[in-house]
């Protein structure tokens, strides 16, 4: 038989108190009284047959044991709340919550969620962004996340998560027409020397992967730098330097000329956009119905 747990109230009670180090915190967090934070966690000593807090003149402290243990319930509470708002979300039959990168985002998925939306209009969409490959879909109240991944970070988190690549990642250096045409860049490797960079600090080595593969002799660091992608190709479509852009989220721009290939080096960096979701997940006829769209559209060129 597993090992009887301790009453809920009562780790709650531990879990606040222990995080706040202050059982007066801990009440004013679960509305009640200091007292009652205080009994519950005296029961939960005698249950356990030991001491959880060194208590002082004032003041508690965690002993060193408690604190693992609370930092343990800490997360486990929280694993509980995401599942619980991922199970009330998911009764929702008209709410699908997307986490991806800002750049992609804005530069592939936002243009073709018209289609998405004409398809499916009665369904509700909430889009969260962050740095790509920074989100741990556990940590997330979220149905699907579109990640930067490689295969084998993929393999290796199956069965429990679902991945279907979306398109490769190419590094491929571009500017705007004006740029290129005023003769800033050219063929000649020396012209590099001169143009303004423009670097992603979500991908601050961009530059450098390629400049490894290329053999163009820059400094890879020096430039003018912007806090997302999407920044650094707008400033490019500005005429203000070179920025290094995964090509599918320019190929719009390439296509109606905004932007040109400053080199005609497009180096493959073995990293791609995938879209993954948990195995609960993959049952919501919200995901069904996204992943069937977005994976037959990423299939399209651009």
């Known amino acids: ?133 920074a989100a741990d879909l556990s940590n997330l109240p979220t149905d699907v996340a579109i990640q930067i991944r490689t295969p084998e970070i993929v393999a ?39 143009v303004t960079r423009l670097i992603s600090s979500a991908r601050p080595n961009d530059w450098g992967t390629w400049v490894d593969t290329s053999g163009v002799a820059i400094d890879p660091q020096v430039g003018m730098r912007f806090e997302s992608s999407s920044l650094a190709y707008q400033a490019a479509i500005q005429g203000i330097g070179v920025a290094m852009a995964m090509k599918r989220l320019v190929q719009e721009d390439l296509d109606a000329g905004r932007l040109v290939i400053a080199h005609p080096l497009i180096h493959p960096t073995g990293l791609s956009f995938y879209l993954i979701y948990s195995q609960a997940a993959a049952q919501m006829p919200q995901v069904k119905e996204f992943r069937d769209w977005i994976v037959a559209a990423a299939a399209k060129a651009p």
């Open 156 to 194: 290796a988190a199956a069965p429990g998560l679902i991945a279907h690549p979306l398109m490769d990642i190419e590094l491929v250096p571009v500017c705007s027409p004006r740029l290129m045409a005023e003769g800033t860049l050219g063929r000649d490797p020396g012209l590099w020397e001169r």
């Open 1 to 133: 038989m597993p090992a009887r747990l301790p009453p809920l109230n009562a780790l709650r009670a531990l879990e606040a108190a222990g995080r706040y180090v202050s059982f007066s915190r801990a009440a004013e967090e679960l509305h009640v009284t200091p007292g009652a934070i205080s009994r519950q966690i005296r029961g939960l000593e005698e249950t356990l047959g030991f001491s959880l807090f060194e208590r002082h003149h004032r003041e508690v402290r965690l002993t060193p044991e408690s604190r693992a243990y609370v930092e343990a319930l800490t997360d486990a509470f929280n694993q509980m709340e995401r599942a619980t708002r991922r199970l009330v979300d998911s009764r929702k039959q008209n709410y699908l919550h997307i986490h991806t990168a800002i750049t992609f985002t804005m530069r592939w998925l936002m243009p073709k969620l018209v289609d998405f939306h004409a398809r499916h209009p009665r369904r509700e969409i909430r889009i969260s962004t962050g740095l790509p490959g």
